[in-house]
């Protein structure tokens, strides 16, 4: 089995829905973190959580949110979906163990908004 | 100025070539450098890290750093068809336990039979 699951695996949705992306993983990490990646832009970090009461916004969080159920459950919401946040998403994790911050990624979600 | 660049090719060569791939970054204070690779539809998987300056060898891989001038670089050698994947270019800076990483944009390899 994966060490980090994402559901949907893609999703088409219409502009003004509410859509919410999670995120699973058995590797007993406590960091997860939520990126989307474009063609031409490259990986870019909504948001990241260091542990279950630690969220922090990244690069891009304006129009979406995150959750930590528990260590092993990160979600994202689009409170209200729009064009232009058509994009593959990924979900990763990571320890920071040793002084490094090996990141392990899910297959990613893709999400077209029409 | 991003912290990371990255040429994004694409960049396609013949089998048994050697492929150099290449990123710059603005901040000294980073010490530790990682190569993600992604196949197409997959999630990146971390291909290779090294610490400070310097070379490290894995296979056919070698990941080099020069901190003089912010270079880094992933050489392959005899690249083989499934080396066909973009790579990215990673760092942080060592201590800063709020930082996460720091992405290049991917360079976008082929490598052709």
């Known amino acids: 089995d994966a060490d980090v699951t994402q559901t949907p695996r893609n999703r088409i949705t219409k502009t003004g829905k509410r859509i919410m992306l999670e995120c699973s993983q058995t590797k007993g990490h406590d960091r997860m973190y939520w990126y989307r990646q474009d063609p031409g832009l490259g990986l870019r970090l909504i948001y990241y959580s260091f542990d279950v009461k630690d969220i922090n916004k990244g690069e891009i969080s304006d129009g979406y949110s995150v959750s930590r159920q528990a260590q092993a459950k990160f979600s994202l919401s689009l409170e209200s979906a729009i064009p232009n946040q058509t994009a593959l998403y990924f979900c990763?994790?990571?320890?920071?163990?040793?002084?490094?911050?090996?990141?392990?990624f899910g297959p990613g979600t893709r999400l077209t908004v029409l | 100025q991003k912290e990371v660049e990255q040429d994004p090719g694409p960049l396609s060569v013949p089998e048994g070539a050697i492929v150099s791939l290449n990123c710059t970054y603005s901040n000294s204070a980073f010490q530790y450098f990682m190569w993600y690779r992604q196949y197409s539809r997959k999630g990146p998987e971390l291909l290779m890290y090294t610490y400070s300056s310097g070379n490290k060898e894995d296979g056919r891989f070698t990941a080099q750093v020069d901190k003089s001038s912010k270079y880094i670089s992933l050489f392959i050698r005899d690249s083989q068809p499934s080396d066909s994947a973009t790579y990215l270019c990673?760092?942080?800076?060592?201590?800063?336990?709020?930082?996460?990483?720091?992405f290049g944009k991917g360079t976008t390899l082929s490598v052709s039979s």
């Open positions: 990673a760092t942080f800076e060592r201590g800063q336990a709020g930082t996460a990483l720091i």
């Open positions: 990763a994790t990571s320890d920071f163990v040793g002084g490094t911050d090996t990141q392990y």
